[in-house]
């Protein structure tokens, strides 16, 4: 062969290996991409929500355990369908059950409360490392809140009650709730849902501290809970004004509508959680 068919063939040789290797960059290139998904705006206009990979970046605290309890699960929705209990498989990976004998009739009903919270919040709990522990016995006797032991909590001064003797707890790193004790325990309309609300506002980043948040706490709470036996509390408390806020947004339609004629700004916060995964309402500045 003379050196110029040797030139010849080599320059083929090199284009082909060229148009293979930039193919296969495209394809790896393309493969790693991941484009947020869209939704629907309350304007009917379409914008990006938040990935995973970015809500992990947001709660970069956490040490991502996902926990799953399929084991004992299934077992205790005995009482009621699947389907009509449970609407998220994320759910699944978030509750905690106790072993052993409990009223698995009331563990369903928590359980189909909760299921009202819709999916892109579940999913902000489950990558933040929270668990919702429904338990039988002591809050106290729970390892991550041992340390409150003999601790009054606030609001119970001089009524001799300690974290003990209370049915629930929410917040950062669980929430954990007695079954049989959802409905008006300790002046909340729903326990589960309303110790829920204190982790959401956990997950987006204490919103309930936010300046824009008291404003709209101290504007609306009157009009929404002057005639409550939580008002005291909700009044002192602007966390807690958010979580029984929370609560009626997702309990039902009855307390819902409430929310929106009483409490329009509080209730417009909520929708927006309830939408997307964006890290906070539109237009607030941390």
């Not at 947020?36 to 379409?46: F, V």
Request: glycine share 6%.
């Amino acid at each position: 062969m003379n050196d110029e068919y040797l030139l010849e063939i080599g320059a083929k040789q090199l284009k082909t290996g060229t148009l293979i290797v930039i193919i296969f960059s495209i394809l790896v290139f393309s493969s790693q991409l991941s484009f947020p998904p869209l939704t629907s705006g309350k304007d009917g206009y379409k914008k990006y929500i938040k990935t995973t990979s970015e809500i992990r970046a947001e709660c970069s605290y956490s040490d991502y355990e996902i926990w799953a309890h399929e084991d004992n699960f299934l077992d205790t929705l005995a009482a009621a369908p699947l389907a009509q209990l449970i609407n998220s498989k994320i759910l699944l990976k978030l509750v905690v059950l106790p072993s052993g004998e409990y009223d698995k009739d009331a563990a369903s009903r928590m359980i189909n409360n909760l299921s009202k919270i819709p999916d892109c919040i579940l999913d902000k709990l489950l990558i933040s490392g929270e668990k919702i522990k429904l338990i039988k016995g002591i809050l106290t006797d729970e390892p991550e809140y041992a340390y409150l032991k003999g601790v009054i909590p606030r609001g119970y001064e001089g009524t001799g009650m300690t974290w003990d003797d209370l049915s629930g707890l929410g917040g950062y790193p669980n929430v954990v709730v007695k079954i049989g004790y959802s409905e008006q325990t300790e002046g909340t309309i729903n326990l589960e849902l309303h110790e829920t609300g204190h982790a959401v506002d956990c997950v987006f980043n204490y919103m309930s501290k936010n300046d824009s948040f008291h404003k709209i706490w101290r504007e609306e709470v009157f009009n929404l809970f002057s005639d409550a036996s939580i008002f005291d509390y909700v009044n002192k408390y602007a966390d807690e004004y958010f979580a029984e806020s929370f609560v009626m947004y997702f309990y039902n339609c009855e307390l819902k509508e409430k929310l929106k004629e009483k409490a329009p700004s509080t209730y417009e916060l909520i929708s927006e959680l309830a939408s997307s995964f964006a890290p906070f309402p539109q237009g607030w500045k941390y």
